[in-house]
């Protein structure tokens, strides 16, 4: 944790603003300028720091950076509207300043950037000066109203093309507030990692959906201030970002990190896609566009990322979060929105359509898209053109093939019946023919909202891999820790891999173990033999465990990249330990995932 140290701060004199400058050409996160015409004596009063009130009076959701560049990177902070003075209830002035050293005895960069109601009085600034060099850490904090923030630190990006020999990022994803404490991201704020990656259901939409919230620490549980069980308005979902930046385990690792985040569907609603919720069994009745517009503006106002954003636009075309990040000629992480271009579900939006299903012909059909045809073409173009040696895929959803195949499901339901009749995240029938024409082998789809749900581009891509070396997918989603191949067909054993995946369990999200216990199922698999059946179903899966939370963290470098899970019980506070649960290593043109664990306590 950085921690302010102010004995040796005095306020800037008027030499120091001409010298350090006004940050003149920054540009604010919705496009406006900076104040103009702004003089030093003004600038002089927005830096006026007397100490009289502590910094989460002001500045209650701290600080953050995120979306860094050789030169650049986005800064982030929230005024309380209670700390607004009454005269300037709709647009105040806030400063900034950037220094190499914690305590800012000599500050490189100082600015002065505006805030308004009507953003809620958050504040990001877009920042491309050359004053910041490449894979340099700094130091930055805000000031307002007499009260300086909190520190925070980032580190740049390296330069086009610098031969880097080590990088370390860390990567999380589902953070459900109400599901337990943020022990994982204590943690992470702990690791000696550069970066940090955020994949997607910073927040969760709803406050006590029976499938997946009822589990969690009693103090965690809180109400909307609509009333509401689940987030429809603007301001529904600024409280959400609220309630959740106000967790000091989460500060503390955005004050410590940039952040690179994309979202996946809780920033919106469940198993969204475009302007569609998927909260009845009704298409026509979920399709919302105002709703979905103001989970866009939500996003962009409250997460420190450099992206277009236009409210004057429609829903779909407002706002523009895929986006990619070169690690010199090391890596190149490839950030992509699998929410907003997709096609609907396949075979509908029912539960039993989408979860535990024999599918329909529609999976396979070549006109269904997760990415959108925009964004496939970038997205291919990124990954196929890249020189970074590693190819990096920030990916929301499982990639690969989840499904139970029929030998198993069998003995399941001799031996338990209809063992799901309370649990949704089983099936309570006996297995179901599979369409005719379509997939004899009866296994059933575990989720037809990841990409099992759209084969036919799935196929394009894992081709388009197949001529890339070093592709690695980084995913979230399934509150699962996971190592596993890309095939192009999942279904042959020979099929060669053409990449490999990593993906990381959630920060407190419900995972399988506890959606078992949760619903109490008398007779029913126990979760020790349904990891059994999927690792038996899915061969392409090196590793399943389902029972854990935490965060993975990557170690990378020219001759091999390494693999590191690391877990941490979200119920216990503060006596929680940090394990490492498997460290998987991938050697440079290999494509094949070796087992290097230690088993150890940290």
Request: contains cysteine; hydrophobic residues 35%; aromatic residues 12%.
């Amino acid at each position: 944790m950085v921690e302010q140290d102010t004995s040796r701060v005095s306020n800037p004199s008027r030499r120091d603003f001409l010298r350090y400058s006004l940050a003149t050409g920054v540009v604010v996160w919705a496009g406006t300028a900076l104040p103009g015409g702004i003089s030093a004596a003004e600038a002089q009063e927005v830096f006026r720091a007397d100490g009289r009130r502590p910094a989460r009076e002001v500045f209650p959701q701290s600080v953050a950076s995120g979306d860094p560049r050789p030169r650049g990177v986005v800064l982030w902070t929230r005024i309380s509207g209670r700390a607004v003075p009454g005269n300037q209830r709709r647009r105040v002035r806030v400063g900034y300043e950037i220094s190499r050293d914690a305590s800012f005895r000599r500050p490189l960069l100082r600015g002065v950037a505006e805030t308004t109601v009507e953003k809620d009085y958050t504040l990001k600034v877009q920042l491309r000066r050359r004053e910041l060099r490449p894979f340099t850490t700094y130091y930055y904090r805000f000031v307002f109203a007499g009260v300086r923030s909190r520190v925070g630190r980032f580190k740049t990006l390296p330069a086009a093309g610098q031969n880097l020999r080590r990088l370390k990022l860390g990567y999380t994803s589902c953070q459900d507030y109400s599901n337990g404490y943020y022990n994982a991201l204590r943690y992470l704020a702990r690791e000696d990692v550069d970066y940090v990656v955020h994949l997607g259901d910073y927040i969760y939409e709803t406050t006590s959906a029976d499938e997946f919230q009822r589990g969690g620490p009693p103090e965690r549980k809180f109400a909307l201030p609509s009333g509401r069980d689940r987030a429809e308005e603007l301001e529904d979902y600024r409280f959400l970002y609220k309630k959740y930046k106000g967790d000091p385990d989460l500060q503390r690792l955005h004050e410590r990190f940039a952040m690179i985040n994309i979202w996946d569907d809780h920033e919106f609603a469940n198993d969204c896609y475009q302007t569609y919720h998927t909260d009845t069994s009704d298409p026509e009745q979920n399709n919302d566009p105002q709703r979905r517009e103001a989970a866009n503006r939500a996003w962009a106002e409250y997460i420190p990322a450099g992206v277009p954003y236009n409210p004057e636009e429609g829903p779909l075309e407002e706002i523009e979060i895929y986006r990619s990040f070169a690690f010199g000629n090391l890596a190149e992480l490839v950030m992509t929105d699998e929410r907003l271009y997709r096609s609907a579900h396949p075979c509908g939006v029912g539960t039993t359509d989408k979860y535990l299903t024999p599918g329909c012909a529609a999976i396979d059909d070549p006109d269904r898209t997760m990415l959108g045809s925009e964004q496939k073409a970038w997205f291919l173009d990124r990954i196929k053109n890249s020189s970074a040696t590693w190819k990096l895929w920030g990916n929301e959803t499982m990639f690969m093939q989840f499904k139970l195949l029929n030998t198993y499901l069998g003995p399941l339901q001799r031996k338990f019946g209809a063992f799901g009749s309370r649990m949704p995240a089983l099936p309570d029938q006996p297995a179901a023919p599979m369409p005719e024409g379509f997939g004899q082998d009866g296994s059933i789809y575990v989720n037809l909202d990841q990409w099992d749900g759209y084969q036919a581009e799935r196929r394009d891509l894992a081709a388009a891999f197949a001529d890339v070396e070093n592709v690695v997918a980084i995913t979230g989603d399934l509150h699962t820790y996971l190592a596993g191949y890309i095939k192009e067909d999942f279904d042959d054993p020979l099929s060669p891999p053409v990449g490999i995946c990593f993906m990381a369990g959630s920060v407190t999200s419900a995972n399988l173990e506890e959606l078992i216990a949760g619903y109490e199922v008398s007779q029913g698999p126990a979760y020790e033999d349904l990891v059994l059946l999927f690792k038996a179903s899915n061969p392409h899966l090196e590793f399943f465990n389902s029972n854990t939370h935490g965060y993975n963290v990557l170690e990378i470098t020219p001759g091999s990249l390494t693999c590191t899970m690391k877990a941490v019980n979200t119920v216990l506070r503060p006596q929680a330990v940090l394990n490492t649960l498997r460290v998987f290593r991938v050697a440079e043109g290999s494509n094949t995932i070796q087992d290097v664990t230690v088993q150890s306590v940290l």
